[in-house]
């Protein structure tokens, strides 16, 4: 039975990609756009880490399509305007009911192939309403119930933080995953809060950051 994992090319769910692989499970990988800025650059650099990881059990990718441009016009998300910087607060990246759209629409595929599990790279002190323990779960009972068949949302790394994970994936080709809010092309920015975020989690580790940033290389 395989888990749908919600990928964003970013170190936590390609992280959490790697590790489930590892314990034996068949991971259907599932990307979803919604019209972000960031958007091209990160699927580009999903598609090298996909196919680096690629056995038996990896699925191939799945591009689903959920537009937010109705809902969040102008917002710096879609502009490119404004973005939040290596000094703002995490909070400054929330984007409103993310979690809730991307788990609705990967759920619909999940019962298309019969996956009971949803997994998402949720690390701890996430300081989002739609990243919670209670929210998760109440998500997953409402999607089993609305498609009358058992899909759990789980979040294995949870407990984790983005220094962790770092520690116990040393092994993938995180060189290949990508983090930024305002890349220019496939490079990052260098000066965004998740290109900041990253480079904090590398020094942390005490792994050089192979990132080739636009700026602070």
């Keep these: 039975m395989s888990v749908v994992v919600l990928v964003s090319g970013g170190i936590d769910s390609c992280a959490l990609v790697g590790h489930l692989l590892s314990a034996g499970e068949a991971v259907q990988p599932v990307y979803v756009r919604e019209g972000l800025v960031w958007e091209e650059a990160e699927l580009a650099h999903l598609r090298r880490f996909l196919a680096a990881m690629a056995g038996p059990g990896l699925a191939s990718l799945r591009i689903l399509e959920l537009p937010m441009g109705d809902l969040q016009a102008g917002h710096w998300s879609l502009t490119g305007e404004a973005v939040p910087t290596a000094e703002s607060a995490d909070e400054a990246v929330y984007l409103p009911g ?3 759209v991307l788990v609705a629409k990967a759920a619909v595929l999940a019962a298309e192939i019969g996956a009971t599990r949803i997994a998402l790279g949720i690390l701890a ?3 989002f309403p739609d990243a919670t323990p209670e929210f998760l ?9 609305g498609l009358a068949r058992p899909i759990a949302v789980i979040a294995p790394f949870a407990g984790l933080t983005k220094r962790d994970v770092l520690a116990r994936a040393a092994a993938l080709p995180l060189e290949l995953t990508f983090s930024c809010l305002r890349p220019a092309g496939e490079r ?23 990132t080739p940033y636009m700026v602070g290389t």
Excluded at 189 to 206: D, M, S
């Design 98 to 100: 993310r979690n809730l």
């Design 125 to 127: 002190g996430n300081p």
């Design 137 to 145: 779960a109440a998500l997953g009972e409402a999607i089993s119930l």
């Design 188 to 210: 990052p920015c260098g000066a965004c809060n998740k290109c900041a975020e990253r480079r904090r989690a590398f020094r942390e580790c005490g792994r050089a950051d192979p």
